[in-house]
């Protein structure tokens, strides 16, 4: 698997177990290295590949676009090159900004993408580079135990006494890491193809998420305030879509399991990082 450094590739390295995994973070695979690339995986000759590596950085995307096509477009080019040649399954991981956010209903598989930022456009350039008979998982929000994300966040700040601010006009599914990596597992075994929107259940404002946050840890969710996009200082480079929330329309028609309601997977990830 590529990415196996990050956030989500680090809960799928764990998930995949026993089965045996190669796991290639950043230091030991440059996806945008195509003869790296080609090289690595055709050594590792593996069944199924993982590709969690990405340039995840939203607003580096915009002032850094070229670097996010190689990542985020070429790189997924490649990896499939490589799994075409050995014959691998690959599954990769694509986002919510593939979607413009205007739509007031959650966005299915079947939407047309129309991505307002860098970031989304680049990932959505890497969607076009899947085999048929290979997956796209969409997914959105991320929390974890591994890296920076908006759990730990809220959690810093209810250790401290600073304000708690946070937009109350973007919504969309928070979805666990660990969670995630299951059904990742399940892609792999079974070899699915196609394009799935995988989240948690359980769509919020990121300030409704903060005080579900703070609930989870014990701390009074009313020390978080509502502020709308336009009222942060200064304002983030890239646009973020104001509605994210992903219907796992595939899933549910095809008779799949859905991941639980985020809330219930929030107090083990809290205990986890506390
Ligand atoms: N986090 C979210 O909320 C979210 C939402 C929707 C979709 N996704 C998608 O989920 C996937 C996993 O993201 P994540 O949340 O686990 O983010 P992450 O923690 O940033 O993981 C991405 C990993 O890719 C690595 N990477 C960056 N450039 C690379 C390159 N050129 N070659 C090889 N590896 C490289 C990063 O290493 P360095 O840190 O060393 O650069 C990092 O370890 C990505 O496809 C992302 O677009 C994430």
């Not at 499939?80 to 990769?92: L, N």
């Not at 974890?144 to 919504?171: I, W």
């Not at 193809?193 to 989240?199: E, K, N, S």
């Amino acid at each position: 698997m590529t990415g196996a450094g990050g956030m989500v590739g680090r809960e799928v390295v764990e998930v995949l177990q026993p089965h045996e995994v190669i796991a290639l973070d950043h230091a030991a695979l440059d996806v945008g290295d195509r003869d790296a690339v080609l090289g690595a995986i055709g050594v590792a000759h593996p069944d199924a590949i993982v590709h969690c590596a990405a340039m995840t950085a939203v607003d580096a995307c915009e002032s850094e676009p070229d670097k996010a096509f190689l990542v985020n477009a070429l790189g997924v080019r490649f990896v499939m090159e490589a799994a075409r040649r050995t014959g691998a399954y690959m599954v990769t991981l694509s986002t919510d900004y593939v979607f413009d956010g205007s739509q007031s209903e959650p966005y299915h598989e079947w939407d047309t993408p129309n991505p307002a930022s860098v970031y989304g456009q680049s990932k959505l350039a890497g969607e076009f580079e899947i085999d048929l008979e290979c997956a796209v998982v969409r997914t959105s929000w991320v929390i974890g135990r591994y890296g920076a994300n908006m759990a730990k966040t809220v959690l810093r700040l209810a250790a401290g006494d600073s304000p708690m601010r946070f937009v109350d006009d973007q919504r969309g599914c928070p979805t666990v890491a660990a969670d995630l990596a299951t059904v990742l597992r399940t892609f792999v075994v079974e070899r699915l193809p196609g394009t799935w929107h995988v989240t948690n259940q359980g769509a919020v404002s990121w300030f409704e998420f903060a005080g579900e946050v703070l609930r989870a840890a014990g701390h009074d969710p009313a020390r978080v305030e509502p502020i709308s996009t336009a009222d942060l200082d200064p304002p983030r480079p890239a646009p973020r879509p104001a509605n994210s929330v992903l219907d796992n329309r595939a899933l549910r028609l095809a008779g799949r399991p859905l991941l639980p309601d985020f809330r219930e997977s929030l107090p083990a990830l809290v205990r986890a990082v506390r």
